[in-house]
């Protein structure tokens, strides 16, 4: 059974850094693309950046680059984002996601992911 846990949200004030963890297990995820979306209340979910875990460059949301940094730890089967000088828009519940590398439809379409987390809250005051 495929797992994508969720960790490492909170409340931050803005300027603030948070790292969330996305831990997968229950198959092996090599061929795998890992993505993180995160969806505010009254919004469509959007996409934040995604990694593979074969190395590569990762790829991120325009919007998101310079602030929001992706990595994996392969030994832990772990996905990371690194928040940086979070404002209050990026108050949103955070997911991960998986999906196979070789899907066709771009990496920021949360409709080609088949595997998705809990969620974890993320709120950023001012």
């Known amino acids: 059974q495929v797992q994508l846990v969720e960790s490492g949200g909170g409340l931050v004030q803005a300027g603030g850094s948070l790292r969330l963890s996305c831990a997968a297990s229950?198959?092996?995820?090599?061929?795998?693309?890992m993505g993180w979306f995160r969806q505010a209340p009254g919004k469509e979910r959007e996409f934040v950046a995604a990694?593979?875990?074969?190395?590569?460059?990762?790829y991120y949301a325009d919007s998101k680059k310079g602030r929001f940094t992706i990595s994996r730890d392969n030994s832990k089967n772990t996905v990371y984002l690194q928040m940086n000088s979070l404002n209050p828009e990026d108050t949103a519940v955070y997911y991960c996601?998986?999906?196979?590398?070789?899907?066709?439809?771009?990496?920021?379409?949360?409709?080609?992911?088949?595997?998705w987390g809990q969620g974890t809250q993320v709120t950023v005051s001012s």
């Open positions: 996601a998986a999906r196979s590398v070789l899907h066709y439809r771009p990496v920021g379409d949360s409709q080609s992911y088949n595997y």
């Open positions: 229950g198959r092996t995820f090599s061929g795998y693309l």
């Open positions: 990694i593979t875990w074969s190395g590569g460059n990762p």
